[in-house]
Each structure stands twice: as structure tokens, then as C-alpha cells.
């Protein structure tokens, strides 16, 4: 079970609603049974011929931690023919980066192997190379297998969607995503190029909003979050260029991730003017204070 980032939504076909489990937490991840909608983002299913809440796990039994609550959250299927089983989730933040893992699992006794390939939108399979997740001896209950594959992937738009395609049954289990955006603060390194401020950061903190402060900038960094505003296409990048305003007296910039802010508060003055004693480079030299400012709601 993977706990990379932070939970955005976990769902297991199984439900109380429908003769199923309720819902079942595995290594701290709570599945959901009866709920598409969490934290903003919404699930849906399509594509499916047929739902089973139950019949899945067959007799198998787990043993270790949480082996029980595992079993029950892999019971149940959305499944259907050899047409694909499409699994869709809205709601994402463009530019954050997201890892998903899906489940696909037949524990009855059926002999003949069953594969199911996962695609995105783009036809990027996610496999290595394919799920099998059917290879009973034909004869015991439960001696089948069932096995879980993950993808990471960086959201460009607030909708993504999985397609599950099998051999002879085309199913899903489970699934859960989790938002991987790194939430450690990070620097702002800045540098000159003629009458530009060049800022960057980290390429893992792809994802992060660049702020800056709109009013006020005479009062120094501004605690209000009404004051400040995000840099428009930050988000997809992990560099901006800013045009050095000789009328303005200072300007303020400082990443962001929900509720975790690192600011960097910028002194513009020293830029509209340079001269060769000037620093041209760097972060947290002269001319750069790096400070804990606030969260953003």
C-alpha cells in the first residue's frame, strides 16, 4: 500500500450500499465504498458491463497486518467484456504531480489467465508489462492472483482518465490517488539579465504557484492574502522572468503550496539600477531575506 504524498481519494468497487463491505482501511488509507466525491476531487467509472460487491475474493485469505480489511477491499469489481473499464477522476491541480495505484484482482478458481492492460488518455502504458491477475489451478477456490500497478503522472489540466482492458474481463478493484507535489519548502534563486529579474526553483517543486505581492509594497511583505496573487503560468514551469519596474520601490515573491508557504521577500530597487558592485546571482545573499510568512487558506 503506498503513503507517498498525501491522500486525495481511495475507492474499492465493494459497498455497503450494495450488499458489499463498508469501507476498509489498509495501512492507514481508508478506501471509500459508497462515496465518488472527496477533497474536491470526483471519481467515476465507465465502460462496465456488469458489478459484483463480493464474489472476487473467492476463499482467499491474507494473513499480516490489516489482512482482513484487505481482503474485503479487494472483493468487489466494476468489470465487463474485453471493451475497455475506463476509471476517471476530475478536480486535479494543473501543474501538480499526482500518483495513482489501481487494483485488479480474481481469486476464484478459473484456469485460463486473464491479463488487463492500463492506458492513459495518451495510450502510455503504465504496465510492466501487464497485470495478471487471473491464474487459477481450475480446481481450489482462492488460488487465483491479484496485483496492483502504479503510475506517477503530472496533471495538465483538472481531469485525467485510466483504461483498463482485459483479455476476457476487463475490471477494476480498488484505486487511490494521491497528490506527490513536494510540500518542503524550497529557495528562490534569482539572477539579472538587462532589465529582467530571473527567478527559479527546484524541478521537483514543479506544481508550486509562484505569488507575488500587489499592493501595499511600501509597507514591506504583506500578511494578507488579498494582496498578493499567483504569477500566471508558474504552476507548469519552475522558472519566471519578471520585468524590472523602475517606478516601483520593492517587489515581493514567495512559492506556495496550499498550506505551506516559504516566502522570499525581493528588494527591486538595486535591479532597476544595477551597478557592476551589485550581487548579479544567487539566494539568501544581500538584496534576498528568506522569511516563514503566513499560510494561504
Known sequence: M??????????????SDWGGYVDQTVNGVTFLGNVNSTNGVAFTIGGQAGYHPTTFISTKRFTGPDAVAYGNML?????????????????????????????????????NARFTSVTTAGSTDINLPTLQHLTGDGTNPGSGTGRFVIGRFAA??????????????????????????????????????GTNLMLSWPSNHLGWPLLTQTNKLDQGV?????????????TTTNQAMIPIDPSKSAGFYRMAHRRSIYDQEISQLPFAHP????????HNRTGIRAVLAPSLP
Open 156 to 193: 495538465t489540466g483538472p481531469c485525467v482518465s485510466f483504461s483498463l482492458t482485459g483479455n476476457e474481463s476487463s475490471q477494476l478493484n480498488a484505486f487511490q490517488l494521491r497528490d506527490i507535489t513536494p510540500v518542503t519548502p524550497t529557495y528562490l534563486a534569482w539572477s539579472i539579465s
Open 75 to 111: 472483493a468487489g469489481a466494476w468489470h465487463g467484456g474485453t471493451a475497455p473499464v475506463t476509471c476517471g477522476v476530475s478536480g486535479l491541480t494543473a501543474g501538480h504531480k499526482y500518483l495513482v495505484q489501481l487494483w485488479v484482482a480474481d481469486f476464484r478458481e478459473y484456469p
Open 275 to 282: 551597478s557592476t558592485s551589485a550581487p548579479r546571482s544567487g
Open 222 to 234: 504583506s500578511a494578507n492574502t488579498n494582496d498578493w496573487a499567483v504569477v500566471p503560468g508558474s
Open 2 to 15: 503506498n503513503t507517498e504524498g498525501t491522500l486525495v481519494i481511495a475507492r474499492q468497487a465493494t459497498g
